[in-house]
């Protein structure tokens, strides 16, 4: 019988399953704190075998390969969504698994993530679940302009499709259905909020931060997002809200946009650690790796305070990577390098973090020219 509410002290091993960037960091937090990590991954060599204690190597659905992970760990945790949730569950079988294989589904499927957003009470852009050319043709009276998304896989702008008016619509062909339709949301800006719940319900939110992209990408992270205080608040307030919701154990991303009209609509959800929440690696105490590895083996919750002010950069492609000796020349930046060796178009190869004193985040102009070039 698994014990869902144990506790992991210092020595136990943590199973991350895949070995991305984010199984990285959170290997790193882990042995800051005393854990050893396994790591499931597809292939041999990945950015967080290279830093974590062991690995096996197999399919995240392959029910022998999964196992043998889970004999080796004592408690397993993701670090990206495209895991198989059928996997998950048979892991669940065997150890804890933190966040829950039933959130992963919920953040895995955009039509089953909007149905319990809704149940959470937050509010959301207006949408509607299209599951073939009937429910295509039906979208001449929901609304120009929109976005079609499909309901799986999609990440970093990829699956989506804008839609300006009905000519556009009716031109579509060959989509991959199921799709969630979306009215096209005028906003100001982006925010996220990175919020952890413990093993005993406690709740800990990062600041609110605003996020901005280039070529649908996350460009830069700005910390705290120049926003007012009451609805910097009201952004934790509504994460913390989902995090009840779905009974989180564990670290979440949760995105909103901040409409022209002065509301808030949740976005989506990313169970896990995720790319806003960066800039809290060099601008708190405890940064959202930490915060992760404490809910998911279950130690106390610190506060989630913030001691500086951040801009946090994307490092993608070659382009950016061109940029790495300057940054290494820089006296006030805190580069974080992946451990990936193909610098492609497109890929995210590292981050850097700029901190700033509390009050003192640059404005648009000084934006502009603060990554080294």
Known sequence: MIDQHAVFAPGSTIGIIGGGQLGRMSAMAAARLGYRVHILNTAATSPAIEVSASATVGSYDDPEALKAFAEKCDV????????SAE?????????????????LQVSQDRILEK????????????????????????????????????TRFGYDGKGQFRVADAAELDALQDLPYPLVAEKRIDFARELSVMVARGLD????????????HRDGILDITLAPAPIAPALAQEAQSMAVRIAEELE????????????????????????????????TMNACLVDQFEMHIRAVTGLPLPSATRHSDAVMHNLIGPDDMA?????????????????????????????????????ALPGELALNHLLPR
């Open 76 to 83: 397993v945790t993701f670090e990206f969504e495209n895991v």
């Open 323 to 359: 940029r790495v000796p300057a940054i290494l020349a820089a006296d006030d930046m805190a580069l974080h390098l992946y451990g990936k060796n193909d610098a492609r178009p497109g890929r995210k190869m590292g981050h850097v973090n700029s901190i700033f004193p509390k009050g």
């Open 87 to 103: 996997g998950l569950a048979l892991l669940e079988r065997y150890r804890p698994v933190r966040p829950a294989g039933a959130i």
């Open 115 to 150: 149905t319990r957003l809704t149940q959470a009470g937050v509010s959301l852009a207006p949408w509607r679940a299209v599951h073939g050319p009937d429910d295509l043709a039906s979208l001449h009276d929901f609304g120009f302009p929109l976005i079609l998304k499909t």
């Open 248 to 279: 989180l154990v564990g670290l979440m991303g949760v995105e909103m946009f901040h409409a022209a009209d002065g509301s808030l609509l949740v976005n989506e959800i990313a169970p896990r650690p995720h790319n806003s929440g960066h800039w």
């Open 201 to 212: 319900g406690q709740t800990r939110c990062f600041d609110t931060v605003e996020n901005r």
